[in-house]
Nanobody, 114 residues
Framework: QVQLVESGGGLVQPGGSLRLSCAASGFTFSSYAMAWVRQAPGKGLEWLSDINGGGGNTYYADSVKGRFTISRDNAENTLFLQMSSLKPEDTAVYYC???????WGQGTQVTVSS
């Protein structure tokens, strides 16, 4: 069965960096685009970034463009999100998502606070 397991969240000060990882299994990872989505407290889901199966094409929401970088290692079936210049408004649960929207990870909490 498809599994997506995120890791790497935590507490970080404003201006800091974190790298999220998502270990994928149960499907041919390199054949599918993947995405990161977040949900801030009391808010709806926000599609942050996505990457095609080969890793050559990416998309970023304006809210994270220039600060976040999505990447993938198809040999290791792993998706990444490098986050820098973090702001308190980046505080949210971050989800790794199969591009179809059908499969989601359990989420990892990122808290940006001094």
């Amino acid at each position: 069965q498809v599994q997506l397991v995120e890791s790497g969240g935590g507490l970080v000060q404003p201006g800091g960096s974190l790298r999220l990882s998502c270990a994928a299994s149960g499907f041919t990872f390199s054949s599918y685009a993947m995405a990161w989505v977040r949900q801030a407290p009391g808010k709806g889901l926000e599609w942050l970034s996505d990457i095609n199966g080969g890793g050559g094409n990416t998309y970023y929401a304006d809210s994270v463009k220039g600060r976040f970088t999505i990447s993938r290692d198809n040999a290791e079936n792993t998706l990444f999100l490098q986050m820098s210049s973090l702001k308190p408004e980046d505080t949210a649960v971050y989800y790794c998502v199969h591009y179809s929207g059908r499969y989601w990870g359990q989420g990892t909490q990122v808290t940006v606070s001094s």
